[in-house]
């Protein structure tokens, strides 16, 4: 085992962190020391920490021992299938939230790999900032925020129930599928999410078309939410994605 | 799969055999009635024969006071045999001298006629007729409702027995071509979903196979053969994808360093373009061995559900919509509602995306594209651009190749794409022929 990373101050972490108010806890399952060295900088620079396991028997150890908040696995590692791992740490009724990082990343593997249990499958080479917007929204996700009938950020109401939404208190007319995108970005409020995410949360897509269709239907949520107001709702992060913004 | 009773092979042999067995009973039945009826006829022939010869001997050596004399002793005697004698003598104009038949039968005694014929009070009787001289007639008759019993009898044993044989014959059958169904269905069964435990099983042998066993046998080995190298086109498959693209991300992370280090500028923008080439070949990577994939999986039903193919074509509309609208396309749409399908939804979900792209990238500004589902599944995909020239609609499908229009960007794969996914389907996706624009088809082929 090798443990790189280092704990950070309380204060540095994003607001998504873990209970005790620090980085998450994260268990990498990956024989790539180039791989490994490049995800844990990334993690350490947002304030996570990274246990490294070289070999999947490792991994499954360290996993069945110690409580983790996320755990980043590889595919194919030399002594077993990182869908093996999945499989048996869900057998062995271990529920931590499984992101796959693998080169296998066509379609067909990412059913393959959600199908074994996996939450979220990222393919190799990646965004980095995607892979930052994964693991937060896969560590929100399964820390059960449950949201109401009506989700606030900023200036921004959802009412869930009702599919209206209101920026400042002025209704804003939505289509049914604007809505359904705007609910999203209410529900990962203030953080990053990815065209991969939209495209396979909202439209149930696990690919990516060649036309810009993620985009251009961003840019008409973007004109309706903006229209008859200063400040930006949504902003566009270089490399990952889009986040809305408090609006006020 | 339900297979109607009537369908089955086995079942039409069953009956076969059935309708043989009763065939032969029957058959078997009508010639031993021939053959009994035949013995009786000449057994009595002969009967009457002996006894008619016998009394003209004692006519022509006694005189007709002998022959009255031996036919009364005749009267007084029970035949052991069951055939009751009966006898007439008589003169001119048939009158009765002697004997307990009150007139002549319809036999003519001048030619020694005889036959069976009924008495007149209605016995039936094979009787033989004889002229003594020209006044006197001799009648010999015998019955034979003795003999008939017997054959009866016979008969009727012989049809329990013929029953019994059918019934067994029908219980054979039965059991039989349900047995053989069931093998049969066994080997069916593995070719619609291939089980790795069923086929073990199927593979051996037993010690006396016979040919269903060996049909089993070898289907088996090639549903296992042909599992086989799809596991192997899949480890392959995956093993390059691995191979390729490990080192294309410690270059893209090698670039995202260098870019980090890079002043905004000439340098930044060719890092970035650097990585953007990088996806590129990632992308291609992809797309061939999905195309790969999907050839190597045509026909193969593990994998398939049933996809509300309605919901999922309106669905991918809705999100091509305002792409269209900013490429100054008008998308139409023509779903049928409530066609199913079983299918990969995400990989149906691709073909029609590649369509929709596809008609993005090549209709012209101010043009329409439709978009139709019909029952069948039946997905056309329309438009009224420049269309593709009679001997290029082929070609379009192949690998690599892309419409002759400098600004086109891919690598020209989705067609291809596209077309593997509707094969592995079972669809054949093809160019309609159409005057105006291009017409896109996919339909069961």
Not at chain 1, 19 to 36: K, P, R, T
Not at chain 1, 80 to 105: F, K, Y
Not at chain 1, 209 to 218: A, W
Request: charged share 25%; hydrophobic share 45%; aromatic share 6%.
């Amino acid at each position: 085992m090798q443990r790189l990373g280092n704990r950070i101050e309380q204060g540095q972490v994003s607001a998504m962190g873990s209970s005790e108010g620090q980085g998450l806890e994260i268990l990498y399952v990956e024989d790539d020391a180039n791989a490994a060295q490049a995800v844990i900088a990334l993690a350490s620079a947002n304030g996570d920490r990274v246990t490294w396991e070289p070999s999947g028997k490792a991994g499954l150890q360290r996993a069945g021992a110690q409580r983790f908040d996320i755990i980043i696995l590889d595919r194919m590692l030399p002594d077993m299938e990182g869908i093996e791992i999945v499989q048996r740490l869900r057998a062995a009724g271990v529920g931590v939230p499984v992101l796959m990082l693998s080169a296998l990343a066509r379609s067909e593997n990412r059913i393959e790999g959600l199908d074994a249990g996996v939450d979220d499958y990222l393919g190799k080479p990646y965004e980095p900032q995607e892979l930052i917007a994964r693991v937060r929204a896969l560590y929100r996700r399964a820390s059960g925020q449950a949201q109401g009938a009506v989700i606030l950020y900023g200036a921004f109401e959802c009412h869930v129930k009702a599919r209206t939404c209101f920026r400042s208190g002025k209704h804003i007319a939505l289509s049914p599928k604007e809505f359904e995108l705007f609910r999203y970005f209410m529900e990962n409020a203030g953080e990053t999410v990815t065209r991969e995410m939209l495209l396979r949360d909202v439209w149930n897509m696990n690919f990516d078309p060649q036309t810009n269709v993620v985009d251009v239907n961003i840019g008409r949520l973007r004109r309706k939410l903006e229209e008859g107001f200063d400040k930006p709702a949504l902003e566009t992060i270089w490399g990952a994605g889009y986040r809305l913004t408090p609006g006020e | 799969m339900d297979r109607n009773w009537h369908n089955s092979i086995f079942t039409r042999l069953a009956r076969n055999a059935i309708i043989v067995a009763v065939l032969a009973v029957l058959l078997l039945l009508a010639v031993t009635w021939a053959t009994l009826e035949n013995a009786m006829k000449r057994s009595l022939e002969e009967n009457t024969a002996t006894d008619i010869a016998g009394l003209v001997d004692i006519y022509a050596s006694g005189g007709r006071a002998e022959l009255l004399q031996r036919l009364n002793d005749r009267y007084e005697v029970e035949n052991i045999d069951g055939r009751q004698a009966h006898y007439l003598l008589s003169g001119t104009g048939g009158t009765r001298i002697s004997g307990d038949v009150p007139h002549w039968p319809s036999l003519n005694p001048a030619i020694s006629e005889r036959g069976f014929v009924k008495l007149p009070d209605g016995t039936p009787v094979y009787a033989r007729s004889a002229h003594l001289d020209e006044n006197l007639d001799l009648l010999v008759a015998r019955e034979y409702s003795a003999d008939r019993r017997a054959m009866l009898l016979t008969v009727a044993v012989f049809l329990l027995t013929g029953l019994v044989i059918v019934l067994g014959v029908i219980a054979l059958a039965r059991a039989t071509s349900q047995r053989l169904s069931q093998r049969v269905e066994g080997i069916n069964a593995l070719f619609r979903e291939p089980a790795d435990a069923r086929l073990e099983s199927l593979a051996t042998l037993p010690d006396r196979p016979d040919e269903i066993d060996e049909l089993a046998c070898h289907s088996a080995e090639t549903l296992a053969r042909q599992g086989r190298l799809l596991r192997m086109h899949k480890h392959m498959s995956d093993n390059v994808a691995h191979e390729i693209r490990t080192p294309l991300m410690h270059l893209d992370q090698k670039l995202v360093k260098a870019l980090a280090a890079a002043a905004d500028g000439g340098e930044a923008t060719a890092l970035g373009q650097a990585r953007s080439d990088i996806r590129g070949i990632a992308g291609l990577l992809d797309s061939l061995l999905d195309i790969a994939s999907n050839e190597a999986r045509r026909g193969d039903r593990a994998g398939l559900e049933t996809v509300d193919l309605s919901a999922m074509v309106e669905q991918i509309a809705e999100l091509y919509e305002g792409s269209f609208e900013d490429a100054g396309l008008a998308l139409t749409t023509e779903i049928a509602p409530g066609v199913s399908f079983a299918a990969e939804p995400m990989q149906v979900t691709r073909l029609i995306s590649n369509l929709l792209d596809n008609a993005i990238k090549y209709v012209p500004r101010g043009g329409m594209v439709q978009l139709a589902l019909q029952p069948g599944p039946r997905l056309i995909v329309s438009d009224n651009g420049p269309g593709v020239p009679p001997d290029r609609r082929e070609a379009i499908f192949d690998r690599f190749v892309r419409a002759d229009r400098g600004d086109a960007s891919g690598h020209g794969l989705g067609l291809a794409l596209a077309r593997a996914i509707a094969e592995r389907h079972g669809l054949a996706l093809y160019l309609a022929d159409s005057d105006d624009g291009a017409t896109f088809v996919a339909e069961p082929m």
